[in-house]
């Protein structure tokens, strides 16, 4: 069966850092892709990056040079480190994964990051 569990959001002042993680089990780990989504209330849900099984990483503009995505094969885990967070980055953040060639369709439960002064 398989599962994502995240875990390290919070709340942090704008121009703050916070660490993701999700630790998963159930399935072959390192040759699936990862990815790191996030919805804000009343928006839809958005993909903000993902790395291949290949350990290639995609962002959305709009955390290019701010997040970044890496993988533990090791640890069957994958991160986002997220820097110079702004009020624009609050949402729930979900882990989720997608076996070869398939979309994303495996999903963490969420955890919510708040950006607030």
């Known amino acids: 069966q398989v599962r994502l569990v995240e875990s390290g959001g919070g709340s942090v002042p704008p121009g703050g850092s916070l660490r993701l993680s999700c630790e998963t089990s159930?399935?072959?780990?390192?040759?699936?892709?990862m990815a790191w989504y996030r919805q804000a209330p009343g928006k839809q849900r958005e993909l903000v990056a993902s790395?291949?099984?290949?350990?290639?990483?995609n962002y959305t503009n709009s955390v290019k040079g701010r997040f970044t995505i890496s993988r533990d094969n090791a640890k069957k885990s994958v991160y986002l480190q997220m820097n110079r967070l702004n009020p624009e980055d609050t949402a729930v953040y979900y882990c989720?994964?997608?076996?070869?060639?398939?979309?994303?369709?495996?999903w963490g439960q969420g955890i919510q990051v708040t950006v607030s002064s």
């Open positions: 989720a994964a997608a076996s070869p060639g398939a979309p994303f369709d495996s």
């Open positions: 159930g399935f072959t780990f390192r040759i699936y892709a």
């Open positions: 790395i291949s099984g290949g350990d290639v990483p």
